[in-house]
């Protein structure tokens, strides 16, 4: 019973991601020059016990229904697969002394903020680097799309991170 009820939670999220990505957020557009990927909060804020395997299917999964929204032909799902390919990474590397709790979630309010902010910048810097690269395909305009990558980090970090401490539960771990 606990599968389904951690099934169905999963797939309401990621429903509530898209939903407001392609209905509100997608919308928001700094000076032609950044962009805010907010459907990212949903693969970021997995819990961190989530399976690699399954990681890479949400993350494929996620990135081919963008795709889809937004006729890209593949480079929100490479973008977002990299990135559940490289947060374990990124997890391993910010490891805390005493390792992760089996019900350790990605939370500012459990982690702290220099994790929480050390974690975010990684992975969105390296997901933007990838999706405008792919996007141009090729160095032509490298300094637009370095601008690109900068201000849309800055936006989509700023977001996402408005969201941990709206949405997510203040309650502490007593460690």
């Known amino acids: 019973m606990r599968g389904a009820s951690v099934l169905l939670i999963t797939v309401l999220r990621f429903a509530f991601y898209v939903a407001l990505h392609v209905l509100v957020v997608s919308k928001l557009v700094l000076f032609d020059l ?3 990927f907010f459907y990212l909060g949903f693969l ?10 399954v990681q890479l299917l949400l993350g494929f999964v996620l990135g081919f229904t963008m795709d889809l929204f937004y006729d890209t032909g593949g480079v929100h799902a490479a973008a977002a697969v990299l990135l559940t390919y490289l947060r374990p990474w990124v997890l391993r590397l910010l490891t805390p002394r005493d390792g992760y709790d089996a019900t350790d979630s990605v939370n500012i309010h459990q982690m702290g903020w220099q994790w ?5 910048s990684l992975l969105v810097v390296l997901h933007h680097t990838a999706f405008f690269l792919l996007e141009l395909g090729s160095l032509r305009s490298i300094g637009l799309t370095l601008g690109k990558i900068v201000v849309s980090s800055l936006f989509t970090g700023l977001t996402l991170l408005i969201v941990q401490l709206v949405f997510f539960p203040s309650r502490r771990r007593g460690r």
């Open 116 to 120: 929480f902010m050390v974690y975010l």
């Open 44 to 53: 970021l804020f997995l819990p961190i016990s989530t399976p690699i395997v």
């Open 34 to 36: 950044g962009w805010c």
